[in-house]
């Protein structure tokens, strides 16, 4: 679900979950509780900042490059870096497009 446009409400301890709320967005609902009420206090306060961020700086954030993520490991055994060479031709190809 994005944060922008989402809401939060506390649930009713009468439905049986205690220490529960409810999220809004993106025309669906989630009910969710936590193990404690320090717990939930923490969710609500934590997400209702996120939240915040998200709109009012809805524009600024999609403008925002993604971050670079490393590739996973080779799984190759140890001793065996997977180095691969290319010829000086292979190279060129692929520092010009």
């Not at 509780?33 to 939930?40: C, G, I, L, R, T």
Request: charged share 25%; proline share 8%.
């Amino acid at each position: 679900m994005p944060l922008a446009g989402m809401s939060l409400e506390e649930s009713d301890p009468s439905t049986g979950a205690s220490n529960g709320f409810t999220i809004y967005g993106a025309n669906r609902c989630l009910i969710v509780a936590a193990n404690s009420q320090e717990e939930k206090d923490k969710w609500l306060e934590d997400l209702n900042f996120a939240i915040s961020i998200a709109n009012s700086d809805q524009i600024e954030l999609a403008d925002m490059p993604l971050p670079r993520i490393a590739p996973p490991s080779s799984g190759l055994p140890d001793g065996e870096d997977g180095e691969l060479t290319a010829s000086p031709e292979k190279t060129a190809q692929a520092q010009h497009r």
